[in-house]
T-cell receptor
Framework: EAEVAQSPRYKITEKSQAVAFWCDPISGHATLYWYRQILGQGPELLVQFQDESVVDDSQLPKDRFSAERLKGVDSTLKIQPAELGDSAMYLC????????????FGSGTRLTVV | LAKITQPISMDSYEGQEVNITCSHNNIATNDYITWYQQFPSQGPRFIIQGYKTKVTNEVASLFIPADRKSSTLSLPRVSLSDTAVYYCLVGDDNNNDMRFGAGTRLTVKP
């Protein structure tokens, strides 16, 4: 079964440092999403890509977060500088653009900011 | 955007059937209903999806009434390993703007 790959699995960083997460979607999935999930809450959409273009980044804190998908395949989410409140699970998901509903999620990156 | 409402938590016992209902009063004509399961420290996992009436797969059934303003996920004969958070999502086949609610935390007891 095809999977969405994410790395690292866990990350501990100090406040004010930079941190980056990587995601490789399922082959053929043109749409890629980054979600943030705070413990005990549902995932919150941060950014959605269609190929290399951003479709929706309305919930992305752009003063410290950035996301790119330069070649329309894998993607990187960056936080600089990290704050204590950024501690969360960062989930990547991918999907077909049209004609088939629903996402496949990766296992996520658990970020702890100390 | 469809506003989604689910119970915060449910308890059940092994071997029982569990029904979790999701309310989505302003669902759009093109929207589908999808349910995900999430275990701690893992990404959500697809369970089942439907548009109307009843859908059944090897793990669950999904019941959707004619007005489509709600849906019920049915898990037959749950086991301890079904303890998880279950999310109901509503979205169209462009996969845009699909947002999660807080989910339903199901606890299965021995």
């Amino acid at each position: 079964e095809a999977e969405v790959a994410q790395s690292p699995r866990y990350k501990i960083t100090e406040k004010s440092q930079a941190v980056a997460f990587w995601c490789d979607p399922i082959s053929g999935h043109a749409t890629l999403y980054w979600y943030r999930q705070i413990l005990g809450q549902g995932p919150e959409l941060l950014v959605q890509f269609q190929d290399e273009s951003v479709v929706d980044d309305s919930q992305l804190p752009k003063d410290r977060f950035s996301a790119e998908r330069l070649k329309g395949v894998d993607s990187t989410l960056k936080i600089q500088p990290a704050e204590l409140g950024d501690s969360a699970m960062y989930l990547c998901a991918s999907s077909y653009t049209t004609g088939r509903v629903g996402y496949t999620f990766g296992s996520g990156t658990r970020l702890t900011v100390v | 955007l469809a506003k989604i409402t689910q119970p915060i938590s449910m308890d059940s016992y092994e071997g029982q059937e569990v029904n979790i209902t999701c309310s989505h009063n302003n669902i759009a004509t093109n929207d589908y209903i999808t349910w995900y399961q999430q275990f701690p420290s893992q990404g959500p996992r697809f369970i089942i999806q439907g548009y109307k009436t009843k859908v059944t797969n090897e793990v669950a059934s999904l019941f959707i009434p004619a007005d489509r303003k709600s849906s019920t996920l049915s898990l037959p004969r749950v086991s301890l390993s079904d303890t998880a958070v279950y999310y109901c999502l509503v979205g169209d086949d462009n996969n845009n703007d699909m947002r999660f609610g807080a989910g339903t935390r199901l606890t299965v007891k021995p």
